[in-house]
């Protein structure tokens, strides 16, 4: 009689395993679970109080698992088991571990799985059962250090990640400088042909002159000053020659300096010349790119302004990039009124004015368009980096926001007032001295 019922335990867990691990159809349930049955799974939704909640956690594993197409695979370990000494009651407890498989998925993960059984009118019948994932930490009862562990791993995801994000910046920044080169390019093309039409000129009359001279002395004239006047016209050509030699170097330098980015250091700097020279530049790149516009420029500038502390280098972004927004604004204007290619009896006439005014211990320089303006929901927007209103693969959506943080390097401010279809002006506000 004890054997068969020891016998009957040991088949009833053995069912009761492969329903609950979906091994065989849910038949009979009955026979083996305890109306009262209860338990708990791994996870939160898997709480049991009765014999129906059973049946429906297993229906609905079976539903997921035929959903999407699940293969499953047991490696089961005993861990524990104890029959009572009225032999009616019997606990069980075994390690699992589970590997799901189909088409998409592939996992596998260990759990521990315990049932208690109660012999009730002469059969077995499940009346406990609870799921666990095991932990496999020591001595960390509170899983403080597991906590930390996982902190740290996340942490060191965000450095990573951070570090990805910096390199990506870094690329779009030297993409804007790239742009931004582009366009000067252009300018220094247009500023660089003027000297260096004087540098031959001069130097092939030059070349005459020393002619003129060997054919003199040859005659031994009896007129030294002539001579002596010819090599004066020599030596003005020679200075014209270095003057104009020097400016073509200087403008050289400025694109090079651009390309390679600021030291950071700043140095006294005069400003009007430096907003004068940049607007030059800007003007004629946009002059020889496509789409040029006709643009009556005025200057502004304020003698008393003087020298100012500040990064040549990265100022002058600040003003291509200025200069370059302005001519696009009113070139896109221009296109909106299809007057950009005559076909338009309005008209408007693109003007630029750029004022440098020195008040007490601060200089500003303001740049002022006549473009469409900015309408006012974008003007806290236009500063965040990727944000641009240009069309395509036009703008990066950095020139503003790199112009911002360079100005801010600075210790200065920008600020925006536009009067949306009549004028923009960016107001910049700088320390006048360290």
């Known amino acids: 009689m004890r054997e068969k019922k020891l016998q009957a335990l040991e088949e009833a867990f ?17 026979e083996l679970v305890a109306d009262d049955v209860m338990g708990y799974g791994t996870t939160l939704d898997e709480e049991i109080y009765d ?12 539903e997921q698992a035929k959903k999407l197409g699940l293969n499953f695979n047991f490696d089961r370990e005993h861990v524990y088991s104890r029959l009572s000494p009225e032999e009616d009651t019997a606990l069980f407890v075994e390690q699992i571990r589970l590997s799901v498989t189909s088409d998409e998925i592939s996992n596998e993960f260990d759990f521990r799985f315990t049932c208690l059984l ?122 014209k020659i270095y003057d104009h030699g020097s400016r073509a170097d200087n403008i ?35 002059r020889a790119g496509s789409d040029p516009i006709n643009v009556d420029i005025q200057m502004d500038l304020d003698s008393s302004v003087g020298k100012v502390a500040l990064n040549p280098e990265d100022m002058s972004r600040v003003f291509i990039n200025l200069f370059n927004n302005a001519f696009d604004a009113m070139r896109e204007k221009l296109t909106a009124d299809n007057q950009l290619y005559g076909e338009s009896d309005n008209k408007y006439e693109p003007k630029l004015t750029v004022r440098t005014i020195s008040e007490g211990s ?27 209103t240009k069309k395509g693969t036009l703008g990066t959506g950095l020139g503003l926001s790199i112009t911002n943080d360079i100005i801010k390097a600075h210790g200065g401010k ?13 107001s910049i506000s700088l320390h006048s001295k360290e």
């Open 14 to 30: 053995e069912k009761i395993m492969a329903i609950s691990l979906n091994q065989i159809p849910l038949d009979n349930i009955e």
């Open 51 to 62: 014999l129906e909640g059973y049946r429906e956690q297993i229906k609905t594993q079976e």
């Open 118 to 239: 109660e012999y009730i009118n002469g059969s077995w019948k499940l009346v406990h059962w609870h799921g666990s994932i095991p932990s496999d930490i020591q001595d960390d009862t509170w899983h403080v250090n597991e906590w930390m562990a996982e902190k740290k791993k996340l942490e060191q995801q965000v450095k990573e990640r951070t570090k990805e994000l910096k390199a990506l910046q870094e690329q779009l920044i030297h993409q804007e400088k790239l742009a931004s080169l582009g366009q000067l390019t252009a300018g220094i093309a247009h500023e660089i042909k003027n000297p260096l039409n004087f540098v031959n000129n001069f130097s092939e009359l030059s070349i005459e002159l020393i002619d003129e001279a060997r054919e003199e002395l040859e005659a031994f004239s009896d007129e030294p000053e002539e001579i002596l006047a010819i090599l004066d016209d020599i030596e003005a050509n020679l200075k």
């Open 252 to 286: 050289v330098k400025s694109m090079l300096l651009h390309s390679k980015g600021g030291s950071g250091t700043k140095q006294p700097t005069d400003l009007n010349s430096l907003v004068e020279e940049y607007l030059t530049l800007s003007f004629h790149g946009m």
């Open 362 to 388: 601060s200089v500003t320089v303001e740049i002022e368009d006549n473009g469409p303006g900015i309408p006012e929901d974008i003007r806290d927007k236009i500063m965040q980096p990727f944000y641009t």
């Open 414 to 426: 920008i600020e925006i007032s536009s009067i949306p279809g009549e004028k923009t002006i960016f």
